[in-house]
Every structure is written in C-alpha cells, then in structure tokens.
C-alpha cells in the first residue's frame, strides 16, 4: 500500500505536506513521513510556518489508534510524530501525544519513537504526560535566535522553550533535541549562543538547516548559508558535546532520525536497518 492512500484512508495529516517540505519527494519516495496529530489547523502564527492558522474544531480521540495502525502496516522502526500547536487545549494536546505513544509501543513493541512537542505554554504537568508515555527521543524546536522571535514565533518565549528542554532531561529518561532555520536575519554570534544555550540545558542532538520561506506572507529569506559554515557549526556543536549533529542546507528536524536513534542507544542496541517517518519539522 502507497503511503499516501495508507495516510488518507487512515484520515491522518503529515506535517510534510502541510509545511511544504522540500524533502517530501525523497521521503515519500522511500515510504517515508512524519505524523502531524491534533489536526491540522494551528493556533498560532509562527512567521516561518505554511501549516494553516485558525481555531481547530473538536479533538479526535481515534487518532493515536490510527497512527499506531498506520506504523504497523508500514512496519516501521522508528516513527516521529509531532503536531499543532493546540493552546486552546488546557493540556495543549499532551494526553493525545502519550496515548499516541501508549498505541505505537502496544502494537510494534520493536518501535521506536521520537515526538516533537510543542512548547504546552508552559505547562509542565502537560510535558510529565508525555514523558511518562516514555518517548525515546524527546524533540522541541528552538527554531531561531532570541532577537527574532517576535517575527519568527511571536507567540513562543525563547527562555520558556530552554526551559521546557531542561525540565526534560531530568523528568523522563529520553534524550532531548532540539533544532534551529538558519538565514532568518541571525548573525554568526546569535547562532552560536543559542548553540551555547542548548549545550547547557543538556541537548544531545542538534539539527541545523536553511530557512525557507513558504510565501511573501512569511519572513523572507535574509540569506543563503554557506555549505561551509554549517559544516563550521556543526563542529562547533560537537566540541561543545552534542552527540549528533545534522547540519546543512536541507536538513530539517528529522533528518536523518534514525541514525539519532542508533547514536543515542549502547552500542550493542545500534541498528543499521530503522526505517525512519521523515520530513521538516515546525515548532
């Protein structure tokens, strides 16, 4: 079965369609996506963001089973799922992130999952939910530089989501993650402060790419980052002890998921053969 009919007989969202990914053609390609759950209407308005903004209707209970369905039919490994934000939700959608989980583990035990959460504003009760459906890696994007964030994510805090990576890595036992657009209007010494600043609150996987705006209505393209100097920062990340690193003009946050998997695992763990749900990932 196509992905594509799996994903749409299913009724579920890819955040590779709804951002736009300029990776879906090899993803798709190779039997590969990322499962955007909680819909696919967000409420906030992130100035880098193509997902469509507004006030989502209702909450799917169904989907986390559906989700699990569509993992085991494509025998997948490794799954990433991620999401909307949904703030009108006093949990933000956290009890749906763990019962997705709960699902995966229930009916492919061999799976492995990574989730990218959002920032739940805050809530930390919301962010134990999700570490308590034992994720295996923990994701949250800081996306950009702190100057930025009044363009590139007006409804986010730059300490809060520091926050949200540090509280993760001593509540739950999966390591945590995080990435960053580059070529929004940052400088050289932003970049590396907030790779400094991710570094501290105990990061072990960094992803680095270039930013792409999806229209006119969204932040345009400040620049075009060298292939050398995300080879530069990715050097730079691993000296300050990120224990893997993706950097380059088309990485997006689950780029490469797999081998994130394999490094953070014992060595006798490590597999070569995960199947990866792949694709940009958004705050």
């Known amino acids: 079965m196509s992905l594509k009919r799996l994903i749409g007989g299913l009724s579920l969202h890819t955040v590779c369609e709804s951002a736009?990914?300029?990776?879906?053609?090899?993803?798709?390609?190779?039997?590969?996506?990322t499962f955007m759950i909680l819909?696919?209407?967000?409420?906030?308005?992130?100035?880098?963001?193509?997902?469509?903004t507004g006030r989502p209707q209702g909450l799917d209970e169904l989907e986390p089973s559906r989700v699990a369905q569509a993992v085991k039919t494509l025998g997948l490994s490794h799954a990433v799922?991620?999401?909307?934000?949904?703030?009108?939700?006093?949990?933000?959608?956290a009890r749906i992130f763990a019962r997705t989980l709960e699902q995966i583990h229930l009916h492919s035990e061999m799976t492995s999952v990574e989730v990218l959460i959002p920032d739940f504003q805050g809530n930390w009760d919301a962010l134990d939910t999700v570490l308590g459906a034992s994720p295996d890696i923990l994701n949250h994007n800081i996306e950009s530089v702190p100057r930025l964030y009044s363009r590139m994510r007006p409804q986010a805090k730059y300490e809060r989501s520091l926050e949200l990576l540090d509280r993760a890595r001593f509540r739950g036992k999966a390591p945590t993650k995080s990435g960053m657009m580059l070529g929004a209007g940052e400088?050289?010494?932003?970049?590396?402060?907030?790779?400094r600043d991710l570094a501290a609150v105990?990061?072990?996987?960094?992803t680095l790419g270039q930013y792409l705006s999806p229209s006119a209505r969204h932040v345009p393209v400040a620049r075009f980052v060298h292939p050398d100097?995300?080879?530069?920062?990715?050097?730079?990340?691993?000296?300050?002890?990120f224990r893997h690193v993706?950097?380059?003009?088309?990485?997006?946050?689950?780029?490469?998921a797999e081998r994130q998997v394999d490094d953070m695992?014992?060595?006798?763990?490590?597999?070569?053969?995960?199947l990866i749900t792949e694709s940009t990932i958004l705050s």
Do not use: K
């Not at 799922?81 to 959608?93: P, Q």
């Not at 993706?246 to 490469?256: N, W």
């Open 20 to 33: 736009q990914c300029p990776n879906m053609g090899e993803c798709w390609s190779n039997g590969t996506a």
């Open 39 to 52: 819909g696919d209407i967000c409420t906030r308005s992130c100035g880098f963001c193509a997902i469509e």
């Open 81 to 93: 799922i991620t999401s909307v934000n949904r703030d009108e939700l006093a949990d933000g959608g």
């Open 187 to 195: 400088t050289r010494f932003e970049t590396e402060r907030v790779i």
């Open 202 to 206: 105990g990061c072990s996987i960094l």
């Open 229 to 241: 100097e995300f080879a530069d920062l990715r050097h730079f990340a691993r000296d300050l002890g």
């Open 246 to 256: 993706e950097s380059g003009p088309l990485v997006r946050s689950s780029y490469h």
């Open 265 to 274: 695992a014992p060595p006798s763990e490590s597999s070569d053969n995960a």
